[in-house]
């Protein structure tokens, strides 16, 4: 079983930072792409970032130069540094990791939970 937990969440005034984390946990052979996603009330959810297994990243048009991907692959961990963080920017924020079990040949898509972000003043 594997489970992408997110964290890092929270209430931020515009032109702040967060910084947002997901970790992936259980039978890992190895990890693909990860990245980040997210989905706003009443929207559908918009692609933010990616970064490949060797540190290639593409970012949304709407974040580019705010928010840097990044990823510990001893960790298994994958993180969002937000910066200069605007109201439109409020969302739910989902992880993906393509995975490799142990004892499998695949890569299937894994999806943490979420973790809000609102930017208000």
């Known amino acids: 079983q594997v489970q992408l937990v997110e964290s890092g969440g929270g209430l931020v005034q515009p032109g702040e930072s967060l910084r947002l984390s997901c970790a992936a946990s259980?039978?890992?052979?190895?990890?693909?792409?990860m990245g980040w996603s997210r989905q706003a009330p009443g929207k559908e959810r918009e692609l933010v970032a990616t970064?490949?297994?060797?540190?290639?990243?593409n970012y949304a048009d709407s974040v580019k130069g705010r928010f840097s991907i990044s990823r510990d692959n001893a960790k298994n961990t994958v993180y969002l540094e937000m910066n200069s963080l605007k109201p439109v920017d409020t969302a739910v924020y989902y992880c993906y990791a393509h995975i490799r079990s142990t004892g499998s040949t695949y890569f299937p898509n894994y999806w943490g939970r979420g973790t809000q972000v609102t930017v208000s003043s």
């Open positions: 970064i490949t297994s060797g540190g290639s990243t």
């Open positions: 259980g039978r890992i052979f190895s990890i693909n792409d």
